[in-house]
């Protein structure tokens, strides 16, 4: 499933999420202008890549944070972080057999969800 990209537009707020705590929370930020390829926020001094939403240091060239479209798609990654998280916690304390009950046709579907085939391999 190809995921939608974002969109952003002058006067939108977006929320802005550094990489690191010593760069700053995260915080609501007005998008002031865009361009092709990248666009500027109030109060962050990075540029921020149009496509991936991704920041970009123009010294370092390096990401020092990310924009998400609301604090609730923020916060809706971070769930899903937290699940991912606590899934693979869950299948690493059975690394040597399969848990009670689980079947071989369960373990294959669960595969087959958490990583779909690809016309690659």
Do not use: N
């Not at 926020?41 to 010294?59: C, F, N, P, Q, Y």
Request: glycine share 6%; charged share 25%.
């Amino acid at each position: 499933m190809a995921k939608k990209e974002a969109r952003i537009v002058v006067g939108q707020i977006v929320w802005y999420v550094p990489r690191e705590a010593r760069l700053g929370p995260a915080h609501a930020a007005k998008v002031l202008t865009v361009g092709k390829k990248w666009a500027e926020l109030e109060g962050v001094r990075s540029r921020i890549d149009i496509k991936t939403l991704e920041a970009e240091s123009a010294v370092t060239g390096l990401s020092p944070g990310k924009c998400y479209l609301s604090h609730a798609e923020h916060a809706a990654q971070l769930a899903l972080e937290d699940s991912w998280k606590s899934l693979r916690q869950k299948v690493e304390h059975h690394t040597w057999r399969a848990p009670p009950g689980v079947t071989l046709e369960q373990i294959e579907q669960a595969t087959r969800i958490l990583f779909p085939p690809t016309s690659a391999g």
